[in-house]
């Protein structure tokens, strides 16, 4: 089995001719450790996917499971980043990164070396005592990403976590979270809008389409990841995501697979 198996999920909104077919029998398995982008045009189903393995959304029918475990609701071991951050407005960056330590009991004499470590793990040494107001919305997206791994998770799930910054800050923030990920080897599965996003991040790219919402193709990445975002290797594997999103394709066929 899989480390994450979703089977035939399917999540409906609604009655009669109302009802949207958010996602409509959706499978897909994710290994240990690997890094999952799932992409496509608005209202195709990532974040009801995403939460759907979260534990947030319950399916109308189908199953997903993590670890062999059945996810019913959200679980402590895996943990969600949303596009707001999340973060609490009177608690400090140090204090916030603390937010979880008490429910997997971390020692209390620990909390402040360990929230420590994470906030510098995220170039934010030295803003430990600020409170959100008082950080951009990049440090802010920091804060948040230091506390999901500071409470050690095995999954995590990000929902276009770098969505309002602007390109630059994006940029070093892929550059950060790709890096963490190699120390940490997280499985992380991740919803972008962003092609580039995703090529830079994914070790495989799943590619939605709406209406029913459905897995229309899923590419491996293997010389794109990582690399310069000007080389030639990065670009083809970037063009190769947009056919694939511009394709065609009936409700019933296959997903398509690619390799880029
Ligand atoms: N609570 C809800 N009630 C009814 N319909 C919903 C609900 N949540 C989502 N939908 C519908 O389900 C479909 C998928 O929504 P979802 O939020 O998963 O899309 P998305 O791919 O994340 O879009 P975006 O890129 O805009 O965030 C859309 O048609 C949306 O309108
Ligand atoms: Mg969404």
Not at 177 to 204: P, S
Not at 221 to 249: P, Y
Request: charged content about 25%; some cysteine; aromatic content about 8%.
């Amino acid at each position: 089995m899989a480390y994450i198996e979703i089977e035939h999920a399917t999540v409906r909104y609604g009655d009669g001719k109302n009802a949207v077919l958010a996602l409509n029998d959706v499978s897909l398995t994710i290994e240990k450790g690997e890094f999952v982008c799932l992409i496509g045009s608005s209202g195709c189903g990532k974040t009801t996917l995403l939460n759907a393995i979260a534990g947030f959304e319950g399916l109308s029918s189908g199953s997903v499971f993590i670890d062999g475990k059945q996810v019913i609701k959200p679980k402590i071991e895996y943990v969600t980043i949303f596009q707001n951050y999340g973060l609490l407005p009177w608690r400090t960056a140090l204090k916030n990164v603390e937010l979880g330590f008490k429910k997997i009991g971390v020692p209390k004499r620990e909390w402040e070396a360990r929230a420590k470590k994470y906030i510098s793990q995220v170039g934010l040494e030295g803003f430990e005592d600020r409170f959100p107001h008082q950080l951009s919305g990049g440090q802010q997206q920091r804060v948040a990403i230091a506390r999901a791994l500071a409470v050690e998770p095995d999954v995590l799930f990000m929902d276009e976590p770098f969505a309002a910054l602007d390109p630059i800050t994006r940029m070093k923030l892929q550059d950060d979270v790709l890096q963490l990920t190699r120390i940490h080897n997280k499985t992380i599965v991740f919803v972008t809008h962003d092609v580039e996003e995703a090529v830079f991040l994914a070790d495989r790219i799943v590619v939605l389409a709406p209406n029913p919402g459905r897995i229309k193709g899923i590419a491996t990445v293997r010389d794109s990841k990582g690399c310069d975002r000007t080389s030639e290797r990065f670009i083809r594997g970037r063009n190769k995501i947009f056919e694939l999103l511009d394709m065609k394709q009936k409700t019933e066929e296959r997903p398509i697979e690619y390799f880029i």
